[in-house]
C-alpha cells in the first residue's frame, strides 16, 4: 500500500515537557478499501503517551491500497513514527 496524505501524531505535552523521544514501529494492517483494519507495536519508544498517539494517529489513516494487477488486496505494512523534539 501507499501512504496519501496522513498528518503526523500530536505530540503528547506530557511527552514533551518530560523531553521524552523516541520511535515506534508499527505493524498495520491495510484492507482493500486503504483503511488500517488492525494496528499492532512491532517495537515500542519506550513511553506510553508517544505510543498511543502513534496508534490513535495511523488508526485513522488513509491507505492506497496495495493491488495484484488491478485488483486492490488486504496487505500487511510496517510504519515507523518518530518523535523528535526540536530546539
Same mark, same amino acid.
Given at each position: 500500500?501507499?501512504?496519501?496524505?496522513?498528518?503526523?501524531? +500530536?505530540?503528547?505535552?506530557? $511527552?514533551?515537557?518530560?523531553?521524552?523521544?523516541?520511535? =515506534?514501529?508499527?505493524?498495520?494492517?491495510?484492507? #482493500?478499501?486503504?483503511?488500517?483494519?488492525?494496528?499492532?507495536?512491532?517495537? +515500542?519508544?519506550?513511553?506510553? $503517551?508517544?505510543?498511543?498517539?502513534?496508534?490513535?494517529? =495511523?488508526?485513522?489513516?488513509?491507505?492506497?491500497? #496495495?493491488?495484484?494487477?488491478?485488483?486492490?488486496?488486504?496487505?500487511?505494512?510496517?510504519?515507523?513514527?518518530?518523535?523528535?523534539?526540536?530546539?
Amino acid at each position: 500500500p501507499k501512504y496519501q496524505r496522513n498528518p503526523q501524531p +500530536s505530540y503528547p505535552l506530557s $511527552a514533551r515537557r518530560q523531553r521524552q523521544e523516541g520511535l =515506534v514501529v508499527l505493524t498495520v494492517k491495510v484492507t #482493500a478499501l486503504g483503511r488500517a483494519e488492525l494496528v499492532e507495536f512491532k517495537h +515500542s519508544s519506550g513511553f506510553p $503517551a508517544l505510543d498511543e498517539a502513534a496508534i490513535q494517529a =495511523v488508526r485513522r489513516w488513509q491507505f492506497q491500497p #496495495a493491488r495484484i494487477d488491478s485488483i486492490a488486496v488486504d496487505s500487511v505494512v510496517e510504519i515507523p513514527v518518530r518523535f523528535r523534539l526540536t530546539e
